[in-house]
């Protein structure tokens, strides 16, 4: 059991990570419970999480700014889909404008978590990234708002003979600030959102040439970058209102639509190819590139601002392969249909690692628990583990939809707590709750680590509808829960 050294500093709120989610929970912290000391502890030496971190070309989201950005601070911006950097300088503004910037610890990784019953507190073991020197604070709360895949790697599959290419191998998640792709020829693997958004990106910024190359067609949908209905009405309403009614006009529309595919399949998939159909040139088959073997919202739909890619294809500065891979050669990639692409540049869009919690342990009383052996209550805690909880944002919807009602229910929990002088709360499983996968998704970064994952139950409060109106309803109500137990 870790024992906290006697000069250990103490923080009521610990948070983990300073991405979106942990600035976000760091304001719930600074307005909801203006009386607790916290502070937020980040790996690297800046704060924007993923925003900070991808740094190729296009970089952006697919989701909207009006519900990606926080409910306590409405997106203002013009476009509706905006690029990484803007993100990121939204991200610094809000937490300077919140003081969150002052409370961020920067290199500073959680390596070990350990709640003591006895004391009620977690002792947190931290390592200094720049330094490599080990610390250790204590925590009444541990909240992770680390998200769930890897920083330091992406995932790229094995393939055969890859020593052997001549030219340069690249993951998107590491990109070189000084690479050189001016007319050269380039092969991105991938057809998710990642692909989709660097390819039009490097064709439109002077690559000789880019190959999308695919094993499986992913659902794709174009979508306006600039929004005139939204843009109409803050020029006509006053910006408060404006701002709901834009915001509730994009949660509706991009949530009934998910509801739509998920209820009547065989519609939404001649919806999409209708939608898509009509913007590929006439030499770029649909059936053989566009047509995924499984139904929409099985897997993330990715969504094309303005329709770049498209727009790429019907330039042909971008042509699209749907095949296996042999092997990679000398000069670039051999098919298994027997075709060669020659590249100087390779690039794997092959996804990510997922790794919750930053790959921290955490231990309680002296025993290590394994996310896998505990179940998530309300998808933000976990069985048997008191004082702590974490934010995994939605998968058919934006991130911080999620983000912002777990922020809501911790800092009404910790209140709670505070008026009934309780010192610990822990979800107790229902053995007769049967286990389900944590992620209802059949993307490959989660299929590949669905075993390292917690589990969700069968049933409420164990498991939640992928639907934020729904959970509206869950994470506004009183807190206490019959699987809920409070400790004096």
Same mark, same amino acid.
């Given at each position: ?20 989610? +942990? ?8 307005? +909801? ?7 937020? /502890?980040?790996?690297?030496?800046? &704060? ?42 939204? &991200? ?32 947190? %073991? ?52 000084? &690479? ?21 990106? /490097? ?17 794709? @949908? ?25 915001? %509730? ?51 993330? &739909? ?17 042509? @699209? ?10 000069? +670039? @990639? ?12 390779? =690039? ?52 911080? /939809? ?11 929990? =910790? ?74």
């Amino acid at each position: 059991m870790t024992e906290p050294s006697a000069s250990a500093e103490h923080v009521d709120v610990l948070i983990v990570g300073a991405g979106l989610s +942990g600035i976000d929970a760091a304001y719930h912290v600074t307005h +909801g419970l203006p009386g607790k000391s916290y502070a937020v /502890l980040e790996m690297r030496d800046s &704060l924007g999480g993923t925003w900070d971190l991808f740094r190729y070309p296009g970089i952006r989201s697919d989701s909207d700014m009006h519900t990606l950005g926080f409910g306590w601070k409405p997106w203002k911006g013009t476009k509706a889909i905006v690029d990484g950097p803007d993100i990121l300088a939204y &991200l610094k503004e809000a937490a300077a404008e919140n003081g969150i910037d002052q409370h961020i610890r920067y290199h500073h990784k959680l390596v070990h978590a350990e709640f003591s019953t006895e004391d009620a507190r977690w002792t947190v %073991t931290v390592e200094r990234t720049d330094t490599g020197e080990t610390i250790q604070l204590t925590s009444s709360f541990l909240w992770s708002t680390s998200g769930y895949y890897r920083y330091d790697e992406g995932f790229t599959p094995e393939f055969a003979g890859v020593d052997d290419y001549e030219g340069q191998l690249i993951h998107p998640q590491h990109w070189p600030e000084d &690479l050189d792709y001016q007319d050269k020829r380039v092969v991105v693997i991938g057809s998710g959102a990642t692909a989709v958004t660097l390819i039009p990106a /490097l064709a439109n910024s002077g690559a000789g040439h880019v190959t999308m190359l695919q094993r499986t067609p992913t659902y794709i @949908i174009s979508q306006p970058t600039y929004d005139k209905v939204s843009a109409e009405m803050y020029k006509r309403l006053p910006d408060k209102l404006a701002q709901k009614l834009v915001r %509730t006009r994009y949660l509706t529309s991009r949530i009934a639509f998910y509801e739509f595919c998920q209820a009547r399949p065989k519609e939404s998939r001649a919806l999409l190819r209708k939608l898509l159909e009509r913007q590929l040139p006439d030499d770029v088959s649909f059936d053989e590139h566009f047509k995924p073997p499984y139904d929409p919202w099985d897997q993330r &739909l990715c969504a094309v601002p303005g329709g770049d890619l498209f727009k790429a294809l019907r330039q042909h500065s971008v042509d @699209i392969v749907t095949d296996h891979i042999d092997r990679f050669t000398p000069k +670039g @990639i051999l098919l298994k249909s027997g075709q060669e692409l020659e590249a100087d540049i390779i =690039i794997t869009a092959t996804g990510l690692n997922l790794q919750i919690f930053g790959g921290a342990t955490l231990g309680v009383d002296g025993q290590v628990v394994k996310p896998a052996d505990t179940m998530a209550y309300k998808g933000l805690m976990l069985s048997d583990i008191p004082n702590f909880a974490f934010i995994i944002g939605y998968t058919n919807a934006s991130w911080t /939809l999620k983000a912002d009602l777990v922020c809501e229910y911790v800092v009404k929990l =910790i209140q709670r707590m505070d008026e009934t002088g309780t010192r610990t709360v822990v979800p107790r499983r229902d053995p007769s709750v049967a286990e389900e996968p944590f992620l209802d998704f059949e993307a490959g970064y989660v299929m590949r680590s669905i075993d390292s994952l917690p589990k969700q139950g069968s049933e409420f409060p164990w498991r939640l509808k992928m639907n934020y109106f729904k959970d509206i309803l869950v994470f506004r109500k009183p807190v206490e829960d019959k699987a809920l137990e409070f400790t004096a």
